[in-house]
């Protein structure tokens, strides 16, 4: 009795066990026809004041989106129901962005990439009540990139982001206008915001499964709101942006054919030259701008294939990195323009090398915390001084993906598990990659300017993780200027613009 009872439940585990198996993997590729226009994100307008800033406005909102035919989904947007405007300006241009929140829960909005005041950077300690405005303003200073916004609310980001508030920022400069680069928004030069969704109803869920410990996964992807996204195009080379704006899933991007395509910028802007490759992998946050080539007549998949690097087999499997995806179909015109090739030489990086570096800091990441400290508003866990280059050591050994950003700084990557980086590493980055058993050297140069008072945030960009606390503070304080009190009262609860 007793033994054949053992054996029915050992049997019954058995088969649940691999039905949890089996069901972990996500495939779309083939599926289904991409018979969708792809959205493309308006550019927002703006307007230039007395003293040469340019003004835009932002308006945080509740919506429904028609994701699917006849079915209103609940969202969040920025200026509409879904996602947001792309902003963009010019380096050396003064900026302000006027935000008003007219959701009814308080929230934040963060430029992601950007180098900036830490009161301006949009962290947790910078949240709009509702029905409140916050007016943000700065200078540009720095290279052309595609760097992207989003809300940062402390504990909340993942919520926020997959509802919906995202949109892409876009920089240029001198250098990035003459190079013959494909440039026409919409045309040549597309945004291509990529999230993973699962829908509950009409709804879009957000839960996690029971085995997913990088946070939710969805079983379908989206392009800019897009579900199975087509885009016609009419020119020889095309411009992806690409923007893993997802809350926890990382993509290998590439297509069927195995052709290559030329990467030209990663999170912080342009590469000194472009690199050709078959993939590129982008974890949350993360940004890559490639370009591909294009034969009249084709129809050709961007796709995102399984991951070799995601870990054990276990945690491949139910963390996302066994999934493929099919993902933007783009149909070449029967007659196509024809575009100039490629520059040899494109930016010209302005990310430290790590020579002079005054400081070594290590950040051990663990999904309770970094460095063993889980998020405290009130704690300040690093100070640096401004004007000054440090090298920062990031290790993952702890058998699930992470990654690592830091607010306010483009780095660069010196080593990844003791070797030079690859050429998808080579450009300057906001965001990298650090998969369990890595450990990356980065230079990261501090210049200002100083603030002991307002933290800027170093943390993992997989949402779950951040939202739970793996995130830490730092503040950057003028040489000679006492580091700031490692608790620090004033910021326990945050500041709320109302
Ligand atoms: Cu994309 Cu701290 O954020
Ligand atoms: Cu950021
Ligand atoms: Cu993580």
């Known amino acids: 009795m007793l033994g054949s009872s053992v054996t029915a439940v050992a049997m019954a585990v058995g088969a649940l066990f691999a039905w949890l198996w089996t069901d972990a993997k996500v495939s779309t590729v083939g599926k289904e026809p991409f018979g969708n226009a792809l959205a493309i994100p308006p550019q927002a307008e703006s307007s230039v004041d007395k003293d040469g800033t340019r ?48 959701l009814d829960e308080a929230s934040t909005v963060h430029w992601h990439g950007m180098h900036l005041p830490a009161r301006m950077d949009g962290g947790p300690h910078q949240m709009i009540a509702p029905g409140g405005t916050w007016s943000p303003h700065w200078t540009v200073d720095q290279p052309a990139a595609t760097l992207w916004y989003h809300p940062h609310p402390h504990g909340g980001t993942a919520r926020h982001v997959q509802r919906g508030l995202a949109g892409l920022f876009l920089l240029d400069d001198e250098r990035s206008g003459r190079l013959p680069l494909p440039k026409r928004y919409g045309v040549d030069d597309l945004p291509v915001i990529v999230q993973d969704v699962r829908f509950d109803g009409a709804r879009l869920a957000g839960d996690r499964g029971m085995l997913q410990n990088v946070g939710f996964l969805g079983d379908r992807t989206m392009v800019n709101g897009t579900l199975r996204p087509f885009r016609q195009v009419h020119d020889e080379l095309i411009r992806l942006r690409l923007l893993n704006a997802s809350t926890a899933r990382t993509y290998a991007f590439g297509f069927p054919d195995g052709r290559s395509f030329s990467l030209i910028a990663t999170d912080g802007g342009l590469l000194e030259r472009p690199a050709s490759m078959e993939r590129v992998q982008l974890s949350p946050g993360e940004r890559a701008e490639i370009v591909v080539r294009m034969r009249a007549g084709e129809r050709v998949m961007l796709r ?10 276990w945690q491949r499997r139910f963390g996302g990195g066994d999934d493929s995806f099919d993902v933007l179909e783009l149909r070449a015109a029967a007659r196509l323009r024809p575009s100039p090739a490629l520059p040899a030489t494109l930016g010209k990086p302005e990310t430290p090398d790590g ?10 990441l663990k999904r309770s915390g970094i460095n063993g400290r ?10 640096v001084t401004r004007g000054t280059t440090e090298v920062w050591t990031v290790r ?23 070797s030079a980086p690859p050429p998808a590493l080579s450009g300057p980055k906001d965001t990298v990659f650090v998969p369990h058993g890595t450990t990356v050297r980065l230079a990261l140069r501090f210049t200002g300017p100083a603030d002991p008072d307002t933290p800027y945030m170093y943390h993992c960009h997989l949402l779950y993780h951040e939202d739970e606390g793996m995130m830490g503070q730092f503040v950057v304080t003028e040489k000679g200027e006492p580091g700031a009190p490692r608790e620090h009262p004033g910021h326990g609860a945050g500041h709320t613009h109302r």
């Open 55 to 102: 003004v835009f406005d932002l308006r945080m909102r509740a919506g429904e989106t028609e994701f699917r035919a006849g079915v209103k989904t609940p969202t969040w947007g920025f200026n509409g129901s879904y996602l947001g405007p792309t902003l963009r300006a010019r380096r050396g241009e003064k900026v302000r962005v006027r935000i008003s929140n007219a």
């Open 304 to 313: 995102s294939f399984p991951q070799g690097n995601y870990g054990d087999g």
């Open 396 to 418: 993952n050994s702890n058998g699930m993906p992470h990654n690592f950003h830091v607010h306010d700084v483009q780095f660069r990557v010196l080593e990844v598990n003791g």
């Open 374 to 383: 889980s998020m405290d508003m009130g704690r300040v866990d690093e100070t």
């Open 355 to 364: 020579k002079g570096s005054v400081r070594g800091r290590h950040f051990d």
